[in-house]
């Protein structure tokens, strides 16, 4: 290949890499009408036949917060944005200092779609998820846990509206 070539296709690899490494930082995907309550799963199988996904995050947690608190920030954050189930993922520990608020980073989709049809796994948010720390658990049983974590968090999430 000749060298011109090479280097406009490389030039043209890193362009698209950047384009998908900013991080977003307002929520513009899609919404529902709020609702009043949200379930939370953490199994894809407790996810029923009928809900629609809307919206894939990444939530990050400071550090010094419980983990009912966490659970707190993102049910309430995911009502606002209309949904009623709420699917955790896995989590991880952020790397040096960590955020002092709460942040909801969002990786599409841009249209909604049928969670038993057209879910492809905790594939979202990539250069986000890799730039953690280590894995750690934030399951069932921490969703209302009083003990205050001493790290920074960062947790998968998908939001679904089930109807």
Request: proline share 4%.
């Amino acid at each position: 290949m000749p060298k011109r070539s090479l280097s406009l296709l490389f030039s043209f690899v890193c362009v698209l890499l950047t384009g998908c490494a900013s991080k977003p930082s307002n929520y513009s995907g899609v919404t529902f009408p709020a609702t009043n309550q949200a379930e939370v799963s953490f199994q894809e199988k407790g996810v029923p036949a009928q809900c629609r996904a809307f919206a894939h995050i990444i939530v990050h947690t400071p550090s010094g917060v419980t983990g009912a608190r966490i659970g707190q920030q993102i049910t309430g954050y995911a009502k606002n944005k209309g949904a009623n189930l709420i699917l955790i993922g896995i989590s991880r520990k952020i790397s040096g200092k960590g955020p002092s608020d709460f942040g909801f980073f969002s990786y599409g989709p841009k249209q909604d779609y049928l969670f038993s049809k057209g879910w492809l796994g905790w594939k979202f948010g990539f250069e986000d998820w890799e730039a953690g720390g280590s894995m750690t658990g934030f399951g069932y049983n921490n969703w209302s846990d009083t003990t205050v974590n001493d790290y920074s968090m960062k947790i998968q999430a998908v939001f679904l509206r089930c109807e």
